[in-house]
């Protein structure tokens, strides 16, 4: 998205060896949304780094896929019983929608 900030990452999970814990925190960041692919591999170590870094993770249950149904239902399940929330989007959304302004503007929404 035009405007928005790139990290380029080598391996599954998002903040290991990229800026992306440095950018969230010095913009306040408390709670982190994933979403893309895939569910077992770059959602799931994504989601155990970000709770390891004391985020607040939330993974919207329609904004996620894997190569197979089963795979990436067991990891959601694994997901949210073990690191972060598992949601609908339509809540998820309604999260975002019930921010102030200035919040979303701080924090890229």
């Known amino acids: 998205i035009c405007g928005e900030e790139a990290i380029i990452k080598k391996h599954p999970g ?4 990229t800026p992306l814990l440095s950018y969230l925190n010095a913009r306040g960041v408390d709670t ?5 692919c895939s569910t077992s591999g770059c959602i799931r170590a994504t989601a155990l780094e970000g709770m390891q870094h ?7 249950r329609e904004c996620v896929g894997d190569r197979t149904q089963s795979v990436h239902d067991a990891n959601l399940f694994d997901c949210h019983t073990k690191v972060c929330d598992v949601l609908p989007k339509s809540a998820v959304m309604g999260y975002v929608d019930g921010l102030p302004p200035a919040a979303k503007r701080a924090r890229g929404a």
């Open 14 to 17: 998002a903040f290991f060896g």
């Open 54 to 60: 004391g985020f607040r993770v939330v993974i919207p």
């Open 32 to 36: 982190v949304l994933l979403v893309g």
